[in-house]
């Protein structure tokens, strides 16, 4: 059974950084890919980051217009726990962030919410001006 585990949400000011973990179990290789999608209240879930599967300890990464140059993914050396490192955090970041997996597709690239099957619980993230 796939479980994923979120932490590292919290309260920070404005301009500050906030770093995001996730730890993946149930997998039986290492093969998957993962991201980070958030949601607003009020607002549908909204992709933010991937780090998609491409080959040993080797990763795709791609991002969201509004946090590209501010976010950072990654992942540990094991490849499953994946890591947002959240940096010049604005007002409109406040969410609730969830991480995604899914088996890798390869060449897949995966922005959508209908690509994951696999969820965390999610973790808030509040950014006060």
């Known amino acids: 059974q796939v479980q994923l585990v979120e932490s590292g949400g919290g309260f920070v ?26 949601q607003a209240p009020g607002k549908e ?7 998609s599967w491409i080959g040993e300890k080797t990763y795709y990464t791609a991002y969201a217009p509004s946090v590209k140059g501010r976010f950072t993914i990654s992942r540990d050396g094991a490849g499953n726990t994946l890591f947002l490192e959240m940096d010049s955090l604005k007002p409109n970041d406040t969410a609730v962030y969830y991480c995604a ?4 597709a390869p060449g897949a690239t995966r922005r959508r919410v209908s690509a994951y099957d696999f969820w965390g619980q999610g973790t808030q993230v509040t950014v006060s001006s």
Do not use: I, N, P
Not at 21 to 35: E, I, L, Q
Not at 101 to 104: P, S, T, V
């Open 45 to 51: 879930r909204d992709f933010v980051a991937l780090s």
């Open 13 to 38: 000011q404005a301009g500050g950084s906030l770093r995001l973990s996730c730890t993946a179990s149930g997998f039986t290789h290492s093969m998957y890919d993962m991201a980070w999608f958030r």
């Open 101 to 104: 997996a899914e088996l890798a």
